[in-house]
C-alpha cells in the first residue's frame, strides 16, 4: 500500500505563492506519473497539473505560467508551486501518483486566496 500525503496549503493573499508538498511511502517502482487536481466549494474536481516520465508537464489553461509541477524521487515527493495565486485558485488540492498502474491518493490540503 503506497502512503501519500500533502501539506503546504494555507490562507493567501491574492498573488502571493504557495507550494505544496506531496510525499508518497517509498517504493522500488517510482512513480509513472503524478497529478495534482483541486476542488473548489460548489464545483467538480479538476486537474490542475500532471507531470510524467520524470519531467514531461501539462497545466489546466487558467494556471498556465503561474504554477509549476516538479518531482524529486530521492525525497518521494512532488510539489506544486503557485504563483501569482488568485481567489478563484482556492480549493481542496489533491496529489495523486501513479505506480505501476495503480493510483493513489492523498487527503488533499485546502488553499485559501483572499482578495
Known amino acids: 500500500q503506497v502512503h501519500v500525503v500533502e501539506s503546504g496549503g494555507g490562507l493567501v493573499q491574492a498573488g502571493n505563492s504557495l507550494r505544496l508538498s506531496c510525499v508518497y511511502s517509498a517504493t522500488i517502482y517510482g512513480i509513472t506519473a503524478a497529478c495534482w487536481y483541486r476542488q473548489a466549494p460548489g464545483k467538480q474536481l479538476e486537474l490542475v497539473a500532471r507531470i510524467y516520465g520524470g519531467r514531461t508537464t501539462d497545466y489546466l489553461d487558467p494556471v498556465k505560467g503561474r504554477f509549476s509541477i516538479s518531482q524529486d524521487n530521492a525525497k518521494t515527493t512532488v510539489y506544486l508551486q503557485m504563483n501569482s495565486l488568485k481567489p478563484e485558485d482556492t480549493g481542496i488540492y489533491y496529489c495523486?501518483?501513479?505506480?505501476?498502474?495503480?493510483?493513489?491518493w492523498g487527503q488533499g490540503t485546502q488553499v485559501t486566496v483572499s482578495s
Open positions: 495523486q501518483v501513479v505506480i505501476r498502474g495503480g493510483n493513489y
